[in-house]
């Protein structure tokens, strides 16, 4: 039995090229991922998310809500512009988002609306009027049209 070797094309040349390419391209992924995180961290935490997160806490308090995290981790969450929040509230993408997660958790058959506490969507409300007043009002009307129930203890 006698073995081939490989055709010469198939044969690897050099390889030292195709390896310095290849730690350039990861040396500069590993910088760009490096200063976009830092960006993003130095803009989403400045004195006016500090603020808002500040007012946002006080609403919470004066609503009667356990506020529900620190100032500075509402801050990192929220930015200044309410984050994912506000993108779409009253879209329907939001209708059909916030109709989703007021059901009683079944996967297929068995998933059916429930009656969910008026303070729940409150607190997105008390979000919304924070960071993008003008699209409360749009949320508020969506939500008017509810059905609430007393679900929470205190």
Not at 120 to 127: P, V
Request: charged fraction near 15%.
């Amino acid at each position: 039995m006698t073995t081939t070797s490989a055709p010469a094309h198939a044969r690897r040349s050099g390889g030292g090229f195709d390896r310095w390419v290849y730690w350039v391209i990861g040396a500069v992924l590993v910088v760009l991922v490096i200063v976009g995180l830092v960006t993003w961290n130095s803009a989403t935490n400045n004195q006016e998310a500090q603020q808002k997160a500040a007012q946002l806490s006080q609403s919470f308090a004066k609503a009667g809500f356990a506020v529900p995290a620190t100032t500075d981790d509402i801050a990192r969450w929220l930015g200044t512009d309410g984050g994912a929040v506000c993108a779409n509230p009253g879209t329907a993408l939001g209708k059909a988002t916030l109709l989703d997660f007021m059901t009683n958790g079944a996967d297929f058959v068995g998933r059916r609306p429930v009656l969910v506490d008026r303070r729940i969507l409150q607190g997105e409300l008390l979000i919304l009027q924070t960071y993008c007043p003008d699209t409360a009002a749009k949320y508020q009307d969506l939500i008017s049209k509810f059905k609430f129930a007393n679900t929470i203890k205190n």
